[in-house]
């Protein structure tokens, strides 16, 4: 009963965190992990995926029911993201992942320092007009669902700053279409753990309803507080996921 408890807890803490601030992964993970210390790493990771999904999905539809996105938009995001993604899975199966896990950490610094030193997020001042935001938006979107399926650390930031960066979105704005992408390319890599027998059916269940209920919660206290803490929350994710990966990549045993 213990484990159950612990893994809910675990799961609703991720899905408030995700949906606030992105990087629910950094929560649930390392408790599927504590609680699971004998299952095969990848059976977690396709259990976390699987909750992960589930979660983010309910907080993109709050997040849409709120702030209407152009639909026009997220329609190819959503798709480009998702066939984006499984390729990126294919190919990590062919062509490891090390260079690109020792570059991260300072593409995230550098994305880090100059989102906090300019005003991209405190404005909503979309740059393109309809048919060409879609077009833009779904190519940033496969290229960071290509790198969901192949690596996928901080993913969910790198999907804001594309709204906030390339198309000129505030972080509230941002957030219905990032979202989407964010469970596109994630139902795609469900898609390749599922086919491969890689889900604890029960454990990612409960995880999932736990995770949806945390993204609820956690999505209408962003819409209560409004930009200013979406930005500052964002902030502290990456820099969080900058220590992280840095760490994977220069300071974990090889």
């Known amino acids: 009963m ?51 999904a589930i979660g983010t999905t309910g907080a993109a539809l709050r997040y849409a029911q709120a702030l209407p996105p152009r639909w026009s938009t997220v329609g190819p995001v959503v798709a480009a993201a998702f066939g984006a993604a499984l390729l990126g899975a294919y190919v990590v199966t062919r062509v490891p ?73 505030d972080f509230l704005n941002a957030a219905a279409p990032a ?16 086919s491969k027998g890689l889900l604890l059916w029960q454990v990612a269940l409960v995880m999932a309803a736990a995770n949806l209920a945390g993204g609820q919660v956690g999505s209408r206290i962003a819409l209560r507080y409004g930009n200013r803490l979406m930005r500052r929350a964002f902030l502290v994710v990456v820099a969080v996921l900058i220590v992280k990966t840095f760490s994977d990549a220069y300071l974990a045993p090889a």
């Open 2 to 52: 213990m484990l159950w408890l612990e893994l809910a807890l675990a799961a609703f803490g991720a899905g408030m965190v995700d949906a606030v601030m992105g990087g629910g992964g950094m929560i649930q993970i390392p408790a599927l992990f504590a609680l699971f210390p004998g299952t095969a790493p990848a059976m977690l990771l396709g259990t976390n995926k699987f909750a992960g």
């Open 179 to 194: 979202k989407f992408a964010n469970v596109a390319s994630n139902a795609a890599a469900v898609i390749v753990f599922v």
């Open 97 to 169: 992942a090390d260079g690109l896990r020792k570059a991260l950490p300072f593409l995230l610094l550098a994305l880090l320092v100059t989102t906090a030193m300019s005003r991209a997020g405190d404005l909503h001042q979309p740059r393109h007009a309809r048919g060409r935001e879609a077009t833009v938006a779904a190519s940033g979107a496969a290229a960071v669902g290509f790198y969901d399926g192949f690596f996928g650390p901080g993913a969910g930031a790198f999907y804001k700053l594309l709204f906030v960066r390339t198309l000129g979105f």
